[in-house]
DNA sequence: TAACACTTGTTTTTT
DNA sequence: ACAAGTGTTA
């Protein structure tokens, strides 16, 4: 209650001195005029517009900062970002303005992360128990995929990724399974889709859940609201807490997010969400863009506040993307601007296959590197699917170029460590179904199918979990025979010794005693092929992070690190949150989703390609479509001084190669803003679709080469040879990349050393479009053929 | 029950 | 290409 009116007293102090410099308010200093209001602005409700680079993370930090410099106490504020990442930055960057300790206490975590920590605290009220485990994606599928079997339904008709899908955007929109089947409206569409049992899956995925008290990603956010909704104590509770509450990213916020803001928020309005309507690219998810279109109606008072100057791009490339966005319907109105240098056009390059869309981009970051004197950290590779990367690190590799990889499968979703992990899921909670499932063979104790099958169905008929029907199996009537029995009794009493050990020897220690009983450790290290010692490798590094965090909880003044902590911290971590080596000096690799929020001197936009980016999912619907022209804004945008976008005209994909048509997103960006060279390779598409960039003589040598194919496409180009790896294939693409200086100086009769193919002698060399191709005859690797362009060699004589 | 060969579908993005 | 699922054999 008093901080209400702190607050209010902190306002109109400031708003009395907002034209002095004094030490009170020397942070605003570091902020232009906009910012600076935003920061200032602390008695209402406020929206803040910000633009691609315009400072939007500074705004919150400083905000908080300000808040925390003018008194209020850390643990008032509630602060809640996007990805763990995000939280961890700002924090630090709010404890080097205000100090390590204030910044500690700071409410300030993902939706997922706070909520999670809440309703450890109150779920009970709810029917849970503090010691819930969290399921992820995979977890969610797999007791999917187990309903299904169970209700006998055909799996093709109902797909667990389908239908999971379906459950996570009702329980997104706050639909209750009671309300789902109690919904004419959704119970007809169902039976239209020829998936009438819907309901009743979401039914018993969500009883089984509860039975094994556990929640999901979207759980957490739907038992906040009920909580909050039944419980107005508890809700009265932590809005008196939370004083302020401030929401980044807020574009990408659903409906059920927004109404946890709002449940809170609405006992003062002291609410304060920044984002960007132009950056939108999670509405797969269920987020929802009207909540920041919508916010003003639901706090009219609402102050907006525009963030339009973007400090990070050069004019060129803000314009290329402005000219980008401007062809959607919906967005709010705003004008970003540059006010840097003009900077370099953006490049186009269309290459002939992926292939080679890998080698052009390795190419030029090694040459731009070097042009520019930046480190390979200034360099980054974006791709609308993980599924890309491969050629990448290929490429890069092939060139000795340092690169990491964001995304794709993450640690804690490797086999190995999930099934590690599961064994701490069932010592916390051992109503863990799907824990349970995983590690009661694993190692391979003699516990087969059948076995499980007979628990599960004892524990739905007597309506306990797996875990109490494997303790009591004679109360349950568990018909087995005598050696699984014994079997089940042994894998029971391992398990029951971890829990009696749960509460009182750390989290390191439980966890090498799990190691080492349970046979992980002897499985592991027995298995010496390289996939096997990879595997131990991981499991030792989960062990040294374990040993991390206990310490490190240890130094901060906790006292006793248990499983359960490292558990619940670590359910809601996801590959992002690695720890990244400032030091590294590492090209990057990710796709554009986990890009943003970041940015980089040096990007490349990948794989422009129709159908893969936009996707050919998201092309049925406009909305999907602007969202993918969303998409590629936030990729555009993350480049500081120089842009490169690709795209290949042919591609492989799923154990195929198509033919690929250049993405229509790269037609919309004004030529003004694109280089010369690339405008002639792309730009005369009108005329003849068949007939741009690559000119008649190119597709005729490759239509010879896919002769005696079905060739239904324009082009087929199977098998390129470079897929062996040679470096021989067709170009002419990257008109700017200019030749190396040996391979400008190289004359027949020349012996060079290869990277790969070792010494050869230069037999010929002919001009083949704007580059140069050499015919070598290698020692041992016999005639070959040398794109210049490309190839790596130095000349020996 | 487990190990293996064979078939099938599958790919958008992630807390 | 690849992973997951299915079926066959020991």
Redesign the pocket.
Known sequence: MRAVFFIKKICTFVSMQKNETNSETSILTNLNDAQRAAVEFCDGPSLVIAGAGSGKTRVLTYKIAYLLEQGLPPYYILSLT???KAAREMKSRIAELVGEKKARSLWMG????IFARILRKEGEAIGFKPNFTIF??ADSRNLI?LIIKDMKLD??QY?Q?AIHGQISKAKNSLITPAMYAANSELLEYDRRARQPQLFEIYQRYQNRLRAANSMD??DLLMYTNILFRDHKDILEKYRNQFQYILVDEYQDTNFSQHLIVKQIADAHHRVCVVGDDAQS??S??GANIDNILNFKSNFPETKVFKLEQNYRSTQNIVNAANSLIRQNTEQIEKDVFSENEVGDKLEILGTFSDFEEGLVVANKIARMRLERHDTYSDFAILY????QSRIFEDALRKKNIPYRI??GK?FYQRKEIKDVISYFRLIVNPSDEEAFRRVI?YP????????VGKIASSAELHNVSLWEVLSSPIEYNLEINAG?RNRLATFQSLISGFIEQRDTISAYEIAQEVIKKSGISHEAYSDLTPEGLSRSQNIQELINAMEEFVSTRQEEGDENILLTDFLSEVS?L???DTEDDEEAQKVTL??V??AKGLEFNHVFVVGMEEDLFP????KSENR?LE??RR?FYVALTRARKTCTVTYAKSR????QTNSAKISRFVMEIDQAYVSEESILNYSNKGTSSADDFWGTMRQQRVKRESLGRAATKDIAPQRAPERRGNIVSVNNAAPSMPLSQEAKELQVGNIIEHERFGRGEVTSIELSGNDRRAFVEFESAGKKQLLLKFAKFNIIE
């Open positions: 996007f990805t763990n993902t939706f997922h992360a992820d994606t995929k799996d093709k797909r990724n990603f979207d690219i999670y797969f998810r609308r699917t993980n599924a964001y995304g993450s063979n391979t104790r003699g516990i087969g199918n059948v076995t699984a809601l996801t590959d992002q990710m796709t989703h986990s996707s050919s999912m998201a999907g969202e993918e998409l492989f994909k799923n154990g």
